[in-house]
Nanobody, 125 residues
Framework: VQLQASGGGLVQPGGSLRLSCAVSGFTSDYVAVAWFRQAPGKEREGVSC????????AYADSVKGRFTTSRDNAKNTVYLQMNSLKPEDTAVYYC???????????????????WGQGTLVTVSS
């Protein structure tokens, strides 16, 4: 199984970015892809999650209304559209695969089975 995250970069406060996570090497529909982020000196925190089979989503309170996750099952790719970005959104963003998903977003990053390499998002003027 491989996850490849991309799309990070430098953006001004209030701007937008779209991250992508290409996933390969799995066969089950009952999986979910989550986005986590980790800022310098802080713990890794869950941002969003989407189920492959039904597209159900979950978000951290800190990003609700600003971030949207979506999926394209034909391309095995998950997206994170980030709008109204704030300096506190600055972090390395990782996508992760949950092979034992049924609903919701698991907050403990140790419960995820595979991880992408991370992509840096910097929100600064």
């Amino acid at each position: 199984v491989q996850l490849q995250a991309s799309g990070g970069g430098l953006v001004q406060p209030g701007g937008s970015l779209r991250l992508s996570c290409a996933v390969s090497g799995f066969t089950s529909d009952y999986v979910a892809v989550a986005w986590f982020r980790q800022a310098p000196g802080k713990e890794r925190e869950g941002v969003s999650c989407i189920g492959r089979i039904d597209g159900n989503t979950a978000y951290a309170d800190s990003v609700k209304g600003r971030f949207t996750t979506s999926r394209d099952n034909a391309k095995n790719t998950v997206y994170l559209q980030m709008n109204s970005l704030k300096p506190e959104d600055t972090a390395v963003y990782y996508c992760a695969l949950d092979l034992n998903w049924s609903e919701g977003m698991k907050s403990d990053y140790l419960e995820y089975d595979y991880w992408g390499q991370g992509t840096l998002v910097t929100v600064s003027s």
